[in-house]
């Protein structure tokens, strides 16, 4: 699932290249996406509709409209979104061989052809939404609805929120003295944005375990943890996310961070700090990988 960086790099790019423009039109072959309403009711809701700016809660991506509506979308595991020029739709599956050309094109790589929704804009472009599993969730209502949605309401401080400081970090935890920190990091009702990649990655940063339990952590290596959190995601972000599996950005390409990775996904590998072997194990029913040298 994309996490905070590589959905901040779809925000980013959507900021860039269609704030401002207005839809004119809607396709559609997974009605089932878009909550609440027919994917022709959906349509006739969208349609003139200016996109006034393109934000970010953890992993929500919110397309804020004229008319006082607001478009949500959560890419869940396999969502990604593409913004091409009209014509590039036409262009036959032959020039996927342009994709290692010096004028790059990754739209006709297999990862982004699993189109199931397409935003058609004034300027010419396409905003299309592709998505492997069809897990994806598109919703449309007033703004103030959207913002207040529970799913929305319960989330935690976003994890580069400016607010979210070393303190408030504190208070988080306080309350959860016997919970495992690999579980705290991921509890999106706590610190929005983080998942499996970086919550192993942070954690091998801090040198913390994640099995540890929050009242067995010193306030110096909380503080690590912290500085850990913060470091990483910009990185990340700088990086334009990790692309270990279906997550592309607007242009279709791949992010540049798993070429940084230390432990996520390295299982058997040889840690490149100690030489000691990458362990993976399951917590919160999902993987995390921790080298048992550099970790406590």
């Known amino acids: 699932m994309p996490e905070l960086p590589e959905v901040q790099t779809i925000v980013s790019d959507l ?85 290692n050309s010096k004028n790059e094109n990754y739209f006709f790589d297999r990862v982004n052809q699993y189109i199931r929704h397409k935003f058609y804009l004034k300027s010419g472009k396409i905003l299309e939404f592709s998505d492997l599993r069809k897990f994806g969730k598109i919703v449309l209502d007033d703004r103030q609805i959207v913002n207040n949605l529970k799913e929305i309401k319960s989330l935690g401080i976003d994890a580069l929120n400016p607010k979210f400081t070393f303190r408030k970090f504190q208070e988080i935890l306080k309350n959860k003295p016997k919970a495992k920190i690999g579980i705290l990091l991921m509890d999106q009702n706590l610190i929005a944005g983080i998942g499996n990649i970086y919550r192993s990655e942070i954690l091998f940063q801090a040198g913390i375990l994640p099995e540890r339990a929050v009242k067995s952590i010193s306030q110096e290596d ?75």
């Open 15 to 99: 900021n860039k290249k269609i704030k401002g423009d207005t839809i004119t039109g809607f396709w559609s072959d997974w009605g089932k996406s878009i909550r609440g309403k027919t994917v022709g009711d959906f349509t006739k809701k969208i349609k003139n509709k200016k996109i006034l700016g393109v934000r970010r809660i953890g992993k929500n991506i919110f397309l804020d409209l004229s008319g006082g509506k607001t478009l949500y979308l959560h890419l869940k595991m396999t969502g990604h979104l593409l913004v091409k020029k009209q014509e590039t739709r036409d262009k036959k599956q032959k020039n996927y061989k342009l994709q």
């Open 222 to 296: 909380l503080h690590k943890i912290y500085d850990a959190i913060i470091k990483i995601l910009k990185k990340a972000v700088k990086m334009r996310g990790t692309s270990d599996s279906d997550y592309r950005d607007t242009a279709g390409a791949p992010g540049n961070f798993q070429n940084f990775l230390k432990v996520y996904n390295r299982e058997k590998q040889k840690c490149q700090k100690c030489d000691t072997i990458i362990q993976r194990k399951t917590l919160g029913q999902r993987s995390v990988f921790i080298c048992a040298k550099c970790q406590k």
